[in-house]
């Protein structure tokens, strides 16, 4: 079956440390990925994708994420967080005529 | 300019009444969805749309009636309400094809009482 799973509900980091949000697929073939983020109240903006070539992708607002195709992973990285980085992340990929997303992971940021 | 736009942004009524949900993108994108994101933040797909053309009705009762009456508009008419469709929706457009990414609207957060 087809599927994304996150596997961390939750996440708390301090501000200025670095950040690392799993996210593993369940598909028959390479699949197109995508992170994004949901700030409270707000619709979901696009932070990064892959759709092919190198396995280290750039973002916005700073954020990488590395396609691994042997642990079927598309783990999300950030340096150094900012308070304003707290929000509800999610993983995708695009099915036919539809975008699988896993279940999501909060970040809460401490001052 | 807003690329997905819904109306309305929140929305409050009582059960068995009927209310619709309006998306416009204008992004010259084929391809428009609605999704329902539960309490947990969980996304669903509900129906997505190509060309105007129903493609995906992902076992969402009858009570939900897409309606897609040109390519950058796709309507979500929900009748007899009921509790558990609180929630809150959102549209989302695309182009056509797997390499491309969803742009999603503000949501709608629909409370039934």
């Known amino acids: 079956a087809q599927s994304v799973t996150q596997p961390d509900i939750h996440i708390t980091v301090s501000e200025g440390a670095s950040l690392e949000l799993r996210c593993n697929y369940s598909?028959?073939?390479?699949?197109?990925l995508f992170w994004y983020v949901q700030s409270p109240g707000q619709g979901l903006q696009l932070l990064l994708k892959y759709f092919s070539g190198d396995t280290l992708v750039q973002g916005i607002k700073g954020f990488e994420a590395e396609f691994k195709r042997s642990q079927s992973s598309f783990n999300l990285r950030k340096p150094s967080v900012h308070w304003s980085d707290a929000a509800e992340y999610f993983c995708?990929?695009?099915?036919?005529?539809?975008?699988?997303f896993g279940t999501g992971t909060r970040l809460k940021v401490l001052a | 300019d807003t690329a997905v736009s819904q109306t309305p942004k929140y929305l409050v009524t009582q059960m068995g009444n009927d209310k619709s949900i309006k998306c416009e993108q204008n992004?010259?994108?084929?391809?428009m969805y609605w999704y329902k994101q539960d309490s947990k933040k969980f996304l669903k797909i509900m129906f997505s749309?190509?060309?105007?053309?129903?493609?995906i009705n992902e076992t969402v009762p009858n009570r939900f009636s897409p309606k897609s009456p040109d390519k950058a508009h796709l309507n979500l008419h929900i009748n007899s309400l009921e509790l558990g469709d609180s929630a809150v929706y959102f549209c989302a457009s695309s182009r056509e094809g797997l390499n491309t990414e969803a742009f999603f609207g503000q949501g709608t957060r629909l409370t039934v009482v």
């Open positions: 995708a990929f695009s099915g036919t005529y539809k975008y699988i």
């Open positions: 598909y028959g073939a390479t699949p197109y």
């Open positions: 749309y190509n060309n105007k053309e129903l493609i």
């Open positions: 992004l010259g994108h084929d391809t």
